[in-house]
C-alpha cells in the first residue's frame, strides 16, 4: 500500500520504501489540470506511484509534469517509465539535463571522510536510466501549478539541482540540498561542491516556507525556513 502524507491540501508526499536510502520521498501535486510529480524514486518505483495515484482518485493518464531535482538514481530512476504514461512533461534544472537525458555522465561525488563512512566509495556517477527532458529550467523560472511554483536553482549536491517553492501551499520542495535525520536539519551528504552547497541552503532558507518536503527525511510542517537556516552539516570533516 502507497505510504502518503497529506502536506496541504493540495500536495503529498509518498515515500519510497527500502533500506537503499534514509527515508527517500516523491511528492505529488493535485490540481484540476491533473498531477505533477515532483521526483520519481529508484527505476522500480512506477508501479508505487501509480497505486499512490489509484489512492488519491487518478490514473496514469492524470500525470502531466514531472519535475526532478536532479540526476541522480533515486530521484530520476523511473522517470523515462513514467513519462511515457501520457502526454507528460518532463522538467529538470538546465545543469543536470544532459545527464539526465544521457548525453554525459554525471560528476562523483567528493566525499569527506566522514561520509566515507557511509559509503566507502562511488566507482560510477549516481545517475537513473536515460529519460527525455521536454523543459530545461533555471533559478527564477515559474511553473504552471501550485499558485506559481518558483525554480530555485541549488548547486551543490550536483551542478544544476533545483528545488521549488510552491506559493498556494506554503512549502518548499528543497531535493537533496538538505536532509531531515532523527528530527533534525541537516545538509545534505554526497555532494560535488559543498561551497555552493552552503550558498543553496541559504536561498532555501529565503524562502520563509512554513512547510518543507526533503528528498530523505520526515517532513517540516511549521517554521521551515528557519530550521533550514540551521541546518548543521554533521559530515562536513
Known amino acids: 500500500m502507497a505510504d502518503l502524507q497529506q502536506l496541504a491540501p493540495s500536495l503529498y508526499r509518498l515515500r519510497i520504501p527500502g533500506e537503499r536510502a534514509h527515508l527517500l520521498n516523491s511528492y505529488l501535486w493535485l490540481d484540476g489540470e491533473g498531477v505533477t510529480l515532483i521526483d520519481t524514486g529508484w527505476p ?16 496514469r493518464l492524470h500525470v502531466k509534469r514531472v519535475v526532478l531535482t536532479h540526476f541522480h538514481e533515486d530521484h530520476c530512476g523511473a522517470a523515462a517509465e513514467i513519462a511515457d504514461w501520457s502526454d507528460v512533461e518532463v522538467i529538470a534544472g538546465k545543469g543536470d539535463a544532459e545527464f539526465i537525458r544521457g548525453d554525459e555522465s554525471g560528476p562523483l561525488p567528493v566525499l569527506t571522510d566522514s561520509e566515507r563512512t557511509l559509503r566507502p566509495d562511488f566507482d560510477a556517477s549516481p545517475h537513473g536510466p536515460a529519460c527525455r527532458v521536454d523543459r530545461v529550467v533555471g533559478d527564477g523560472d515559474v511553473l504552471d501549478f501550485a499558485g506559481g511554483a518558483r525554480v530555485i536553482g541549488v548547486p551543490g549536491h550536483t551542478p544544476g539541482g533545483i528545488a521549488l517553492y510552491l506559493p498556494a501551499a506554503d512549502a518548499v520542495l ?17 555532494n560535488t561542491d559543498r561551497a555552493e552547497l552552503a550558498d543553496s541552503v541559504s536561498k532555501l532558507a529565503a524562502t520563509g516556507a ?4 526533503f528528498g530523505h527525511g520526515e517532513p517540516i510542517l511549521t517554521d521551515a525556513a528557519a530550521q533550514i537556516a540551521k541546518a548543521v552539516d554533521v559530515f562536513a570533516s
Open 44 to 59: 522500480d518505483s512506477s508501479g508505487l506511484i501509480a497505486e499512490a495515484l489509484a489512492a488519491l482518485g487518478m490514473r
Open 210 to 213: 512554513q512547510r518543507a518536503g
Open 174 to 190: 528543497t531535493g537533496d540540498v538538505v536532509a531531515e535525520f532523527n528530527g533534525q536539519v541537516i545538509v545534505g551528504v554526497f
